[in-house]
């Protein structure tokens, strides 16, 4: 059985004639038995017969299970348990995921995709993190592709903050591409995540690929959020393949000055969902937002006398809506570095401030 799975996933056919072709027969093992025992089928003049009876090479189909098991990496077809039920609803549904990790849990709660641009900006990543930090405090996975910029940026933060996150790769579920992904890669399969690929095992990444994929990515997902994307981004196909789905798009606002927002900006004037707060998410979703008291006790407060009530206060004070680095504020306040680290870190934990990439403070926005 697995063989034949495993054989038919290889197949090279469009997943639109290998659904057809389920859909006439039933199943694998009558495909192939009718591949055996007839010398026609009427589809494509005979290159599907073709194709199939070509795939049908045993030891080749034998070293590749072999190759899988040894390598941990598992099968879900179209119908099965474990399968992504959002992804059965597609017309053109992969027959077979292969995947590491824990694929179940994408049927267990709420999917939103994460993408963006590989070359993203300071305020693409803050916002990314943002983002994705309250998604799973309340509980809803994350699923992106493992590319370079917003991409990684959204695994990773899911990770650092105990949350589930998913990466359709356009490659063999055993490739890591970029390679320098591959810490993230081992870290997002050892904190329960799942890595997963329609395409074979030793599949190597190829331009065509990654617009494939891209619709795995919006048919897992109820909603998409596009951080960052110029005018040719990949995300754009996401943005559009979810449309075509029938999912919510949001995109994040940016710059007309930055090249890296001219495509969130076109989905913004095409009719996409604009993000103005983090409560936009769960008001498109409708789920509810987890806010978590992160208050922390008096007697573990470093701040609980006095004089580092009103260092607080004048730290406050300085840092606004507008970022700020770190040396403006140690050169305002005049508070120690090591002292200002501590009671910045304290503000963090309160939810009063955000750490913003390069060293830069900001004052946070009750309404994100």
């Known amino acids: ?36 025992t007839h010398k026609n089928i009427n589809y494509e003049d005979n290159k599907v017969l073709s194709r199939l009876t070509k795939a049908y090479d045993l030891p080749k189909l034998y070293n590749l299970l072999e190759k899988v098991e040894k390598e941990n990496i598992n099968m879900s077809t179209i119908g099965e348990k474990n399968y992504p039920q959002s992804l059965e609803l597609l017309d053109d549904a992969p027959y077979t995921l292969f995947y590491k990790g824990d694929i179940s849990r994408l049927n267990n709660s709420t999917n939103v995709a994460v993408v963006g641009s590989r070359r993203c900006t300071p305020y693409g990543k803050d916002i990314t993190k943002i ?19 917003i991409d990684c940026i959204a695994h990773k933060t899911a990770i650092d903050n105990k949350g589930y996150t998913a ?17 993230l890669y081992n870290e997002i399969i050892s904190c329960g995540g799942c890595i997963i690929s329609e395409f074979p095992p030793g599949t190597t990444p190829r331009p065509m690929y990654f617009p494939i994929r891209n619709r795995i990515i919006s048919g897992l997902s109820k909603l998409i959020i596009v951080a960052e994307a110029g005018e040719k981004s990949g995300s754009l196909i996401t943005a559009t393949r979810a449309l075509e789905q029938g999912k919510d798009v949001l995109a ?16 913004i004037k095409e009719g996409a969902h604009v ?55 140690m050169r305002l306040t005049n508070v120690d570095i090591k002292q200002l680290y501590e009671l910045l870190f304290e503000m963090q934990l309160k939810d009063e401030i955000l750490c913003l990439s390069g060293n830069f403070y900001v004052r946070v926005n009750k309404s994100i």
């Open 275 to 329: 993000f103005t707060g983090v409560e936009d998410v769960f008001q498109i979703l409708g789920v509810q937002r987890d806010r978590k008291n992160k208050s922390i006790n008096s007697k573990d407060s470093i701040g609980n006398n006095n004089k580092n009530s009103r260092v607080l206060n004048e730290i406050y004070k300085v840092i606004d809506n507008n970022p700020i680095h770190i040396d403006d504020i």
């Open 252 to 267: 994040i606002p940016g710059s007309i000055f930055s090249a890296e927002s001219k495509g969130t900006n076109k989905l």
């Open 167 to 183: 990466a359709v790769l356009g490659c063999g579920v055993d490739v890591v591409y970029p390679r320098e992904n591959n810490n």
């Open 1 to 36: 059985m697995e063989i034949l799975k495993l054989w038919f996933s290889i197949v090279e056919l469009s997943t639109t004639i290998k659904l057809k072709l389920l859909n006439e027969f039933e199943s694998v093992e009558n495909i192939r038995e009718f591949v055996i």
């Open 131 to 149: 983002i994705t930090k309250e998604m799973v405090n309340s509980n809803i996975n994350v699923v992106s592709g493992m590319a370079k910029g």
